[in-house]
């Protein structure tokens, strides 16, 4: 058999030819890698927000029934108490045997009409007019703090109510209608219904049923 003799600029040009070869075959097999990467992610996602969405509809849809069967509930709890519905925020409803509960209620933001500016206005001139010592300036830095806005620029209700009650005790008039005026101004937004669902454990502790993709 002949011998064949490879010289080394052909052995280079060989080896220099396999090495591309190799990275052009890894190349290929990375992009074909990222292909089926890509290939799997969309079908899971595609999967996973159909089923995701099935169970918002069926949470939704089991919401909407849960305020409905609760609906006579409330009509007749408003009879037996005598107070209206609307006038409670949220519902707490217990067993007999207090094993389970279920608490319906509403998401409020406080807002208020522009009235609340003239409301204010007036309070703080009374107020303001009172800063003669040390006595009345702390008055006045308490309702000043009480009139201060939160992060989303409105005045908070509790707030509100503890005006009304400082008022009261003064029985000052322009103070008195000027509390009164934002009392009228206010004007709360509802952004969502809620349900929570409750049941007692082995140790007599209540435990919440998760509703909630992020507590399950």
């Given amino acids: 058999m002949e011998q064949v003799i490879i010289t080394p600029e052909e052995r280079a040009e ?8 190799a990275k052009q075959e890894a190349e290929a097999a990375r992009k ?6 890509a290939e799997l992610v969309d079908s899971e996602v595609i999967k996973a927000v159909g089923e995701l969405e099935s169970l918002s509809q069926q949470i939704k849809a089991t919401k909407e029934k849960v305020y409905n069967n609760f609906s006579a509930v409330l009509d007749m709890k408003s009879e037996v108490i005598g107070i209206p519905k609307d006038n409670q925020r949220s519902h707490t409803f217990t067993t007999s045997n207090s094993r389970c509960r279920i608490i319906l209620g509403v998401n409020i933001v406080d807002g208020y009409r ?25 008055l006045v830095s308490a309702v000043l703090r009480l009139l ?6 409105q005045i908070k209700a509790s707030r509100v109510l503890q005006l009304r009650k400082m008022a009261d005790e ?5 103070f008195s209608e000027g509390v009164r005026i934002i009392e ?3 004007q709360p937004t509802v952004t969502k219904q809620y349900i929570r669902a409750e049941r007692k454990d082995e140790n007599g502790a209540w435990q919440s049923i998760p509703l909630n993709m992020t507590e399950v």
């Fill in 170 to 174: 003064v029985g000052d008039e322009k």
């Fill in 32 to 37: 074909q890698a990222r292909v089926e990467y």
């Fill in 148 to 153: 201060a806005r939160d992060a989303t620029g």
């Fill in 184 to 186: 009228e101004s206010y």
């Fill in 14 to 21: 060989f080896e220099a030819f396999r090495a591309e070869k």
């Fill in 114 to 138: 522009d009235t609340v500016e003239d409301g204010i206005v007036m309070v703080k001139n009374y107020i303001e007019s009172l800063a003669k010592d040390d006595t009345t300036k702390a």
